[in-house]
């Protein structure tokens, strides 16, 4: 059995007959059936209740005349959203925002987790990554067809010149279409990779010096790893907004 987080194995004690029937209804089975839960999964379960109660305070508290500290944090963090995203896909940008910020504030969440004694980041597990690299793909791809219909296919088929005889532009949108579709496929494994990459090596060289020196060293890298962990957030929010302004853009 693989070696459980405190939270983990509370989840466990309480939700792994659940689960574990949740698993097999899917065709699924466990490969620890009295334990079904992982780390990394229960740790995503802790950042979404979280992430939750926060937006539920903020929303509560929320005022014009006498804004708070927690008010002016979130106020901040959208307007830098929603500026970058304004100036990558232009003046219809403001509906793609609470998705970003969503997708922002888990990462982030996930990746400082590591930081807490007891608790690991599940952005250091391929799976986790790979979820949000998905669903910033579904997104974006559907915003794509959502924004211009079936004509977003015309994306996959190279740049369209209207002055171009249709004897090259055939051959040529032939050969692009599966390009475009690996070079989308990509970008997962990118946003993937790097997300991974980043959070698993951080999380390492935290531990390895705290198991050297645990006094005073590592507190240099724990600065290190909050500095790595909101910079991958910005970097995997900034990619998925160039993505976006691919599918979304319009012909002016």
Known sequence: MHEQLWFTAFLNQYLAGPVTELLRALHVEPKYPQAPIT???????????????????????????????????????????EGQSHEIIGHHSEGFTPFLMALGFFILCCNLLGVIPGFESPTATPVVPLGCAVCAFVYYQTQGFKHTGIGYLKHFFGPSDPNMSWVIKLPLSILMFPIELISHT???????????????????????????????????????????????????????????????????
């Open 186 to 252: 990509a970008r997962m494994l990118s946003l993937t990779i790097r997300l991974y990459a980043n959070m698993f090596a951080g999380d390492m060289v935290t531990l390895v010096f705290f198991s050297l020196v645990p006094i005073g060293v590592p507190i240099l890298f724990l600065g290190l790893h909050i500095g790595v962990s909101l910079l991958q957030t910005y970097i995997f929010v900034l990619l998925t907004t160039v993505y976006l302004a691919g599918a979304v853009a319009e012909e002016h």
């Open 39 to 81: 780390n990394s999964a229960a740790m995503e379960v802790l950042v979404f209740v979280f992430l939750i109660v926060l937006f539920t305070l903020v929303r509560s508290r929320l005022s014009v005349d006498s804004p708070g500290a927690l008010q002016h944090i979130f106020e901040g963090a959208h307007g830098f959203v």
